[in-house]
């Protein structure tokens, strides 16, 4: 069978869309050339008329470009999803009719959001922000597609099954023999004769299973250390930070080689890290319930057993492998990255959480607290916390981005997933010694990387405008 | 200010005391000794011959007492081997009568210990590696800190135009690139075959030899992911010095523009920025070990990776000691040098 082309009958547009990008390349150096000497001109108040014409213009220009190619993006996918075969498609539009699920999805979460979103707080406020929606699409693209690629909806392959014949294959190629199997390799073979397409939607649930709760871990233990530590000062404060400082000063490449070494996690550090640093999740929650229900024991009561019992139950599980139930399992080789990705991130949390609590408890309300009789613990999670979450949520969303890289480098290294795993990292580190050659199996999940940790950017960047904005 | 350095110092040192500890426990653990017995003797070692291997280079020691035998305040290990008299002194270099060997080695005098991985003084590797991986330590800085400050200057000047919201995006695009994926990219383009063949992608040559083909995209990569944090630092700095007082004063007395921003703005603005780009050397170490194994440059990064994965643990120790001390030293210069670039800060 022939090989796919890119964009299958709608080559016709392909000139124009080239043409488009050249344009758009040189509008923008002209755009900032022009609004630089124009602003120039306003201040040194020598009106030139042709310099303010040519950034009028260029601005015009870029815009008209810009939607332009925006509009072709369109109509590649949109067409794409629409043509009859896949020789119409081409590979730009059976991956768009692969993808169709996310982009479903994607709809439906913008329009229920945009929808509603004066009902929906803070994030609804996200929708008033031109970038922090672009952050959002991007990481909600990845969501989804991490989501329905688990569920093997959009995957054409097995990511670890290996096809004779296919070994470095440019992307489009058709399959040798097919019987039932989907007929190509949309995005080419890697260097195991394994189809990139299907390993990269597979690396994406990689990385979304990952990333969001190691950064939620970091962040209880980040909290639940440093808000003392920010509040009560002194000694505590002197030795938290020492260690905090500790950690940070470590490289993290070398942190990671000491702590994912199969030497070490025979001796069983990673677990005993585990154990210590997941108990802070259970520590925080008894707090936060205690101190809020401290004047209605009945509540506080039922409330504490019930935390009590799942966060034990599940901890019993992911720390120590070892649930009663048998229900809750976690890989130790995952368990290991887990730790030291949460392991390195917490310090850092720590120094933030502390920082914005000591501003925060010199507040007047603070004071106010404390004069009514409240208990420390009540002041420092119900009063100072909420009052710190706009920096907070900023940084989260900026530290999944890191945690995503983090999990990279360690896959770049071939540390602690296993060698087939499919996670982006891993499959650079694969495609990288062929990259003169065969560049594709290593730019596909870069370029996946990249995306998702610019859209998690973009999205705090969001975030943070609408929150200076209250 | 003596005191306060001597404090920062002070603290230093125990830091640094701490951090090689820890590093010295990890790599001294049971199986990672056992590991290193049987690459040393032969993989078929029974667990009798491990243990006399391991106590005959007095690898059985107590934690405390090998720690201090590596930094030299404790006297070095000799064993006599009860049967034959043979006698084995941690101190006695090779080719050395053990009986003759000095009392201390260690840090302390200067003996780093012997890489089991490279077959040479650990001293003289971390030296020639630490050298090569300065050669692009200076490049990347060379790069990277006037095309990071530029960027900052001109998008800060003037908050919110055109101008700023592009070279914002920019930054954040390579902050949200990290050094592995914007090396591939680099290689794809601009040295493969299916991009433009310029540029080379190994730069194992650069070594001896450094020219713009094999050294400037490892340069390229280390930089791009460090511009975009300190552009937008420097951005912060800029647009909260144009909106001071001082400035809009300057601009009603009718300096010009480009006077207020290079005379009264630039040299504010640029105070934040020299700490955030001391603070950024922890990041460019970790730049460098990747883009050193990227690109295939054996330099310092290069070595801590084959000392990482083949646990030698005298040259993994070096190398954390001086990663702990670049760290530390870069941190330091950033305090005393904030204290000294504004004078409003007071030492407690």
């Known amino acids: ?470 | 200010m003596g005191v306060f350095i001597l404090r920062r110092v002070a603290v230093m040192i125990l830091t640094a005391l701490c951090l090689t500890f820890v590093v010295f426990f990890l790599t001294n653990l049971y199986p990672a000794l056992e590991k290193l017995a049987k690459t040393q003797g032969n993989q078929r070692m029974s667990d009798e011959a491990v243990v006399s291997y391991l106590e005959r280079h007095g690898h059985l020691q107590p934690l405390l007492v090998k720690y201090g035998q590596w930094l030299g305040v404790a006297p070095g290990h000799v064993h006599e081997n009860p049967e034959t008299g043979a006698i084995t002194a941690r101190c006695a270099t090779r080719g050395m009568d053990p009986s003759e060997a000095p009392r201390f080695c260690g840090l302390l005098q200067g003996d780093w210990g012997f890489s089991t991985v490279f077959k040479d003084d650990v001293s003289n590797i971390i030296a020639v590696r630490l050298g090569l991986t300065g050669k692009l330590m200076f490049w990347v800085l060379v790069v990277m800190v006037p095309s990071a400050l530029v960027i900052g200057v001109l998008a800060g000047m003037r908050e919110g135009s055109r101008m700023d919201r592009s070279l914002s995006t920019f930054s954040i695009a390579s902050t949200a690139t990290p050094e592995y994926v914007s090396g591939v990219i680099l290689i794809t383009l601009l040295a493969s075959s299916a991009g433009w063949k310029i540029f080379k992608g190994t730069a194992t040559s650069a070594a001896d030899n450094a020219t713009l083909e094999n050294f400037l995209l490892p340069v390229l990569t280390i930089s791009l992911y460090g511009v975009g944090y300190i552009a937008r630092m420097t951005r912060a700095s800029m647009t909260e010095v144009m909106t001071a007082q001082y400035i809009r004063t300057a601009r009603l007395k009718g300096v010009s523009f480009r006077n207020v921003v290079l005379k009264h703005a630039l040299r504010n603005a640029l105070i934040a920025p020299f700490t955030v780009i001391m603070l950024q050397f922890p990041w460019l170490l970790n730049g460098v070990v990747i883009v050193e194994t990227l690109f295939n440059y054996k330099g310092f990064g290069w070595v801590l990776v084959q000392a990482a994965g083949n646990n030698d643990i005298s040259l993994l120790l070096a190398c954390s000691v001086v990663a702990v001390v670049v760290v530390l030293v870069t941190q330091l210069i950033s305090d005393i040098g904030y204290v000294f670039l504004n004078p409003r800060i007071q030492i407690s």
């Open chain 1, 1 to 470: 069978m022939e090989p796919l082309t890119w964009t299958g009958s709608l080559s016709v547009l392909d000139p124009v869309f080239l043409l488009a990008w050249v344009a758009l390349g040189i509008a923008v150096v002209v755009q900032i050339v022009a609004t630089f000497l124009a602003a120039e001109d306003i201040v040194e108040h020598e009106v030139s008329a042709f310099t303010r014409k040519m950034a009028e213009y260029s601005v015009l220009g870029v815009k008209i470009v810009a939607g332009l190619i925006l509009l072709l993006i369109l109509v590649y996918a949109i067409a794409g999803i629409l043509m009859p075969t896949m020789e119409d498609k081409g590979i730009v539009g059976t991956v768009s009719t692969r993808l169709l699920p996310v982009w479903i999805a994607l709809l439906a979460t913008f329009a229920a959001s945009i929808a509603f979103k004066r009902r929906l707080g803070f994030y609804g406020k996200l929708f008033d922000s031109m970038v922090g929606m672009i952050g959002f699409a991007i990481v909600m693209f990845w969501v989804f597609t991490a989501i329905f690629g688990a569920m093997d909806l959009i995957v054409t392959h097995d990511p670890l099954a290996q096809v004779s014949g296919m070994k470095n294959k440019v992307p489009g190629t058709a399959l040798p023999n097919v019987e039932g199997a989907f007929p190509y390799y949309l995005l080419g073979g890697d260097n195991l004769a394994r189809d990139v397409f299907s390993r990269v939607v597979k690396g994406a649930w990689e990385v979304v299973k990952v990333a969001p709760f190691a950064t939620l871990f970091a962040f209880m233990v980040g909290i639940t250390l440093g808000l003392p530590a920010a509040y009560f000062g002194g000694r505590l404060d002197t030795i938290l930070s020492f260690v905090s400082n500790l950690i940070l000063a470590f490289p993290v490449i070398l942190l990671f080689y000491l702590l994912v070494t199969p030497e070490i996690v025979q001796t069983g550090i990673p677990v005993y890290m585990a154990a210590v640093l997941f108990i802070f999740p259970i520590i925080f929650m008894v707090i936060l319930i205690n101190s809020r229900f401290h004047v209605q024991p009945v509540k506080r009561s039922v409330y504490l057993v019930i935390t009590l019992v799942l966060g034990l139950w599940i901890y019993s599980g992911v720390a120590w492998n070892a649930d009663p139930l048998g229900l809750i399992e976690f890989p130790p080789n995952l368990l290991v990255v887990f730790v030291s990705v949460v392991f390195v991130n917490s310090p850092t949390v720590f120094r933030i959480v502390r920082g914005i609590a000591l501003d925060i408890k010199t507040r007047d309300y603070v004071a106010a607290g404390q004069t009514r009789g409240e208990g420390p613990w009540y002041i420092m999670l119900w009063e100072i916390l909420p009052n710190a979450r706009g920096p907070l949520i900023v940084d989260f969303c900026l530290r999944i981005g890191y945690t995503t890289i983090l999990l990279g480098t360690l896959g770049f290294f071939g540390l602690g997933l296993s060698p087939e795993s499919p996670d982006w990292g891993s499959t650079i580190n694969d495609g990288r010694k062929l990259l003169s050659i065969f560049p594709h199996p290593a730019l596909a999940p870069a370029f996946s990387l990249m995306s998702l940790v610019l859209g998690l950017n973009l999205l705090a960047d969001g975030l943070r405008e609408e929150s200076l904005r209250d």
